[in-house]
């Protein structure tokens, strides 16, 4: 895997802005905006260049702009681009710690055509932002971890913009006991438009919010309640019967939905649920999930932790729902084994993702079935078997033998994986995304180069295996353009000036965790000008 022509040439454009004579004035729209996207992931955007990216990019033509965990985005860039004069669509800014109320309002005064606005992980977000959102096409409004956020802001932008139909107002911490005068402003005011909201980690969210919702919300099709621990089982009830549409629910963490006292909360799920998780949700009894076998139409069932998951309830509930099933996940559930999982292969015909986290009991046999049928191997997109250290080795190199559209593969923590897996993977499994081989402590340069040279990774977890040098590193960066995010903490032979190589290599911003003790961090490397190979230079031979 290479970068494409075209990436190649954006990125020469994007370093080359000084001295290439009127440059923007030949540019589309859409190569502009994706050249002020790279500029942002390589932190460009210094003193020095910037007035050269503002004449050339910055034009009324643009529609969309990204800007993500870039620490020279300020309130002074934004302001810029705002003056401008362009009329945006979709704004996102994610992780720009500079960035202030004062620069997101210069922005948003005058975007009365936008319709996606993303403002994510902005410690200095407050209030004084709200009062410039004011586009009648707004549909979308993510302020997840913007923990400075205040209910007056909320509410203000909810007011200014009804035709808001998806809202995110995820771990907002000082919204705080506010956060029920919020969603019932959200609920009156939005009314029949909201169809998504997401509220995970607002832990003071109670029952009062349910009611507002289940009274004005009835096209509401997805709820996120991801740790909202006062939500109970009597106010869910009222909100399920009202919310007929419902397709997506997280009860994650709600540990008061279940109870002895109301023990049939599952037998009230609306029929169209299409996913539905209740991660860490202790059920009084094993009959409680008798209540997921009407959800004929369930495609995603997330089950972690729940010891009460034995193999009787799994043949209870998987002849009923497991033929719509494309994803479930079993982690954490400490009764899961081999007897159990017999029943995956039997019922579940069309799954493509299957978790199974610290199941420490599971060797996969059971559902050799799954993976020895070249139709239904085909379909599997998706194996997590992180920690499952029983896991047999021969079931794995079927799968990788199989398994021939795997994207994502975690075997974190299995001891005994060796080079020849990673090299059946290369072989096999081309449309491979994501790997995590954390601690596999036999694994060497030779199979992650090959992996990185077969198959188009973007998140990639290495750390703890002690083998791997600058080689690897190397390899990914000559071979994955797309890389996202690198993990290779104790990796000791990995220097920091390889990993800067990589940084400078991808197209997108790399997150990179490398946390190795009594490390050089100014370690220097250099060419080898007869092999091609970039070696540290303490290593290499005078001669």
């Known amino acids: 895997m290479v970068r494409s022509l075209t990436e190649s040439c954006l990125s020469c454009l994007a370093c080359n802005l000084h001295s290439i004579n009127r440059v923007g004035h030949y540019l589309a729209t859409i190569h502009k905006e994706r050249i002020l996207e790279w500029l942002v992931y390589h932190d460009r955007l210094t003193p020095e260049y910037l007035p050269h990216i503002t004449y050339h990019l910055f034009s009324t033509g643009l529609r969309t702009v990204n800007f993500y965990k870039c620490q020279q985005v300020t309130d002074a860039v934004l302001t810029q681009l705002g003056e401008c004069g362009c009329k945006l669509r979709a704004i996102t800014i994610h992780g720009c710690t500079e960035v202030t109320d004062a620069g997101v309002a210069a922005l948003l005064q005058h975007q009365n055509e936008l319709e996606v606005l993303e403002l994510r992980k902005l410690p200095h977000l407050s209030r004084g932002w709200a009062h410039a959102v004011t586009s009648p096409v707004l549909e979308h409004l993510d302020i997840r971890d913007c923990t400075s956020v205040d209910a007056t802001a909320v509410m203000k932008v909810v007011w200014s913009n009804p035709t808001i139909c998806t809202m995110i107002l995820a771990h907002c911490h000082r919204l705080g006991e506010n956060i029920n005068s919020v969603v019932q402003c959200v609920a009156q005011s939005l009314n029949a438009h909201l169809e998504h909201l997401d509220v995970a980690g607002d832990h003071c969210l109670s029952d009062e919010s349910l009611t507002a919702i289940s009274t004005n919300c009835p096209n509401l099709k997805s709820l996120n309640l991801h740790g909202c621990r006062r939500v109970t089982g009597e106010g869910l009830q009222e909100l399920l019967v009202s919310c007929l549409h419902l397709q997506r629910l997280d009860l994650s963490y709600c540990y008061k939905v279940t109870s002895q006292a109301a023990p049939h909360i599952l037998f009230h799920l609306p029929e169209r649920l299409q996913f539905l998780s209740l991660c860490g949700v202790q059920l009084p009894y094993p009959q409680t999930l008798e209540g997921l076998t009407k959800l004929r139409r369930l495609e995603e069932l997330v089950l972690c932790g729940i010891s009460t998951l034995t193999e009787e309830v799994m043949e209870m ?117 994501n790997v995590t081989f954390k601690s596999c402590n036999q694994l060497t340069d030779t199979s992650v180069c090959e992996l990185s040279r077969c198959c188009p990774l973007r998140e990639v977890v290495l750390s703890g295996v002690r083998n791997l040098t600058d080689r690897s590193i190397l390899s990914l960066a000559n071979s994955c353009p797309h890389l996202e995010c690198v993990y290779v903490s104790g990796c000791t032979q990995v220097t920091s000036a390889a990993l800067r190589y990589l940084q400078d290599c991808c197209v997108n911003r790399v997150y990179i965790q490398h946390k190795t003790p009594n490390m050089d961090p100014n370690q220097l490397m250099a060419k080898n000008l007869d092999t091609g190979e970039y070696l540290r230079v303490d290593q290499m031979a005078v001669g």
Do not use: Y
């Open 317 to 433: 509930i998987l002849p009923k729902i497991g033929e719509t099933l494309v994803h479930l996940d079993l982690s954490g559930c400490t009764a899961v084994d081999d007897a159990l999982l017999k029943c995956v292969p039997a019922h579940c015909v069309s799954l493509q993702r299957l978790v199974l986290s610290f199941c420490t009991q599971v060797t996969g046999v059971s559902l050799l079935p799954l993976f020895e049928d070249p139709e239904r191997a085909q379909n599997i997109t998706c194996l997590i078997f992180t920690a499952c250290v029983s896991m047999s080795m021969e079931v794995l190199q079927v799968i990788a033998s199989t398994c021939v559209n795997l994207e994502r593969f975690h075997v974190a923590g299995l001891a005994d994986i060796k080079d020849d897996l990673l090299l059946t993977l290369a072989k096999n499994c081309s449309k491979l995304k």
